[in-house]
């Protein structure tokens, strides 16, 4: 960091419905997959912090669950920690997907927006998927909404505008101190980024009720004398059935979604893996306190 220039820094959080492609535009400005990533609706349960650092600037995005109406103690706690983000942030990006229709889970998210005093940018996301002409009445619609510092058409998938979006953010943060190393881009810890990669195969290869009903703990990991690295991880659902369909015929689907991860984390450590699986129930975790505090899904345990 050059101390001649004037150095800006904060933080920006990330707000919109499920699966606007919130995960997928943190990945691409820091640069790498801190943030797992699927069609699956309400992927992201944590607020995933990713840093994007420049000579002159940096920027700490949040990346926040997708706001929809609870349906359990889990989507409670993603909501309370989406919201909360608003109260700590020099700015908002407002995403929306230009696929979908304004509903009414836009227009709770910006009677929420109408209560804070940081600027909000409204960042329409998907446009490679969109007939450019299509995208006028999408901007009208919202624009007759909220007064928005900017509107950024963008596709966080192939980059369009994501530069133009990052340089307009630099402009409007203050003045600050480099809160991160140049080469930090998440606070998160490498255990929570596994257990979330492994996350991750689950949902790629499973559909129905099991994406929203499983959850993983790593119970250890640590290094041995070979230099390899050694993961113990609790795959935790709901119901023996959900535990069935995981294992897979004759354990298949679970050597397939070890495998995958695996590949996957040795990628993001840089060294080898061995992963072990285990699958246990617990039935109603997800509206139990205890079970989502020891799985880091509580507001005073927020990773």
Do not use: C
């Not at 989406?82 to 995403?95: H, P």
């Not at 099991?210 to 230099?227: C, D, L, Q, R």
């Amino acid at each position: 960091m050059n101390s001649e220039k004037e150095f800006k820094s904060g933080f920006v959080a990330i707000v919109g419905r499920p699966n606007v492609g919130k995960s997928t535009f943190l990945n691409r400005v820091v640069g790498q997959k801190i943030a797992i990533m699927s069609d699956k609706a309400q992927t992201t349960r944590n607020k995933i912090q990713g840093v994007y650092t420049t000579d002159d600037s940096q920027i700490v995005f949040l990346d926040t669950p997708g706001i929809h109406k609870p349906q359990n103690k889990l989507d409670e706690y993603m909501d309370a920690s989406a919201l909360s983000s608003l109260k700590e942030v020099e700015a908002i990006l407002f995403m929306v997907s230009a696929l979908e229709t304004r509903g009414a889970g836009d227009n709770y998210i910006i009677n929420q927006l109408k209560q804070v005093d940081v600027p909000v940018y409204l960042i329409i996301n998907k446009i490679d998927e969109l007939n450019p002409d299509q995208l006028l009445p999408i901007l009208d619609t919202y624009k007759r909404a909220y007064d928005w510092a900017e509107v950024f058409p963008i596709s966080a998938l192939k980059g369009n505008n994501v530069e133009e979006l990052l340089s307009s953010l630099e402009n409007t943060l203050p003045e600050g101190p480099q809160f991160y190393p140049d080469d930090q881009v998440t606070d998160h810890p490498e255990r929570f980024i596994v257990q979330e990669i492994i996350r991750e195969k689950i949902l790629a290869n499973t559909k129905q009720e099991i994406p929203h009903s499983v959850a993983v703990y790593v119970e250890s990991m640590k290094t041995n004398e070979n230099g390899k690295v050694q993961i113990e991880a609790s795959i935790i659902v709901e119901r023996e059935g959900q535990k069935r369909i995981i294992i897979g015929k004759g354990g298949a689907l679970l050597k397939y979604i070890s495998i995958g991860a695996r590949r996957e984390i040795e990628s993001l450590l840089g060294s080898k893996v061995n992963l072990k699986l285990w699958i246990r129930v617990q039935s109603g975790w997800r509206d139990k306190d205890t079970a989502l505090n020891n799985l880091g899904y509580s507001n005073k345990n927020d990773y």
